[in-house]
């Protein structure tokens, strides 16, 4: 019998002929931020190959960057931040598909350790690093200045990209404080040479940190393949949130951690991942307040503007 029909006999008897994976692009707003660790681990753990997806991951340099991305079609699918979902109410192509991340924990103000500012009240009026104009960085770095009673111009933001960037410009005295990754500030006290002023959660009680964003084309044709993706992203945290070990050894490899430093930003950020990607109403409406108080948008969007909820809760 020749080779060929023996294939074919072979790939009817064992589940008929196998199917390629669908390939995703998936962007982080910031490659070297923890909270944007499921996908390195849903991949490691097989956790999007079980939803017949492969993945291909970008590291970009915030939220603007993460919807060029989508507009450009370099991705279909992004992890940014919930202030990001402005640019889908100005117009852009992507639109929030699952909310992640609570409270922002996982950002801080930090200032080098031999800095005169040693309290809060010490910013008012500095220049403070963000990653880009918009994003989450930079809504609570002028939400800090509201709340202290500075006013929005209380501080001088300074929008510099990637961490590394912010970092260098903190070191070279360029600025005075960066607000961003906790780990990051963590990270410089273990090499002594930052301080962690305050993580940023007391400033947005209810808010939602970190969403998924898809390109619209891709949910109005293809909402099956959002939904797997969504339910191999949120099967990754419910593993992450039983399996600190393996989570913090990914944390080592992906974004260079110490074991010591790994566990640290585990325990600290772990409880604010979500387990089904639900938009709680009240973070929303904080979420809208901010694009008003920043001026992003003139007028409060509705919710439709901002995310579909036709793919949560998400069930594993």
């Known amino acids: ?17 196998a199917h390629a994976n669908d390939r995703v692009h ?5 490659g070297t931020a923890w909270v944007f660790l499921p996908i390195d681990i849903g991949v490691e753990q097989g956790l999007f190959a079980k939803q017949g997806i492969d993945i291909e991951i970008a590291n970009l340099t915030g939220d603007a960057k993460l919807q060029q991305a989508i507009a450009s079609n370099s991705i279909e699918l992004g992890l940014g931040s919930g202030p990001g979902m402005a640019f889908a109410a100005k117009g852009s192509g992507a639109l929030g598909v699952a909310a992640f991340g609570g409270p922002p924990n996982s950002i801080a103000a930090i200032v080098l350790r031999d800095s005169s500012i040693q309290k809060i009240a010490d910013l008012k009026g500095k220049t403070i690093a963000v990653s880009t104009t918009g994003s989450l960085s930079d809504w609570l770095a002028k939400q800090m200045a509201i709340q202290e009673g500075w006013g929005q111009d209380g501080i001088r933001a300074a929008p510099l990209g990637a961490i590394p960037t912010s970092i260098a410009a903190l070191k070279a005295r360029q600025v005075d404080a960066v607000v961003l990754a906790t780990e990051a500030g963590y990270r410089l006290e273990e090499l002594n040479e930052g301080r962690v002023l ?3 959660d007391r400033y947005a009680p209810h808010f939602i940190t970190e969403v998924i964003f898809a390109q619209k084309t891709l949910v109005a044709s293809n909402p099956e393949l959002v939904k797997r993706f969504l339910q191999g992203f949120f099967e990754t945290i419910a593993f992450m949130k039983t399996h600190k070990a393996e989570t913090s050894r990914a944390a080592e490899r992906v974004l260079h951690f110490s074991p010591t430093l790994a566990n640290k930003v585990y325990d600290l950020e772990i409880g604010m991942l979500l387990d089904d990607g639900q938009f709680d109403p009240r973070a929303v ?13 003139h007028t409060e969007p509705a919710d439709s503007e901002l995310f579909t909820t036709q793919f949560v809760p998400v069930k594993k």
């Open 1 to 17: 019998m020749p080779l060929i029909k023996l294939l074919l006999i072979a790939a009817a008897l064992f589940g008929g002929v």
């Open 26 to 30: 998936v962007g982080k707003a910031q």
């Open 198 to 200: 305050t993580t940023m």
């Open 285 to 297: 409406a904080t979420l809208k307040r901010s694009y008003l108080e920043m001026k992003t948008l």
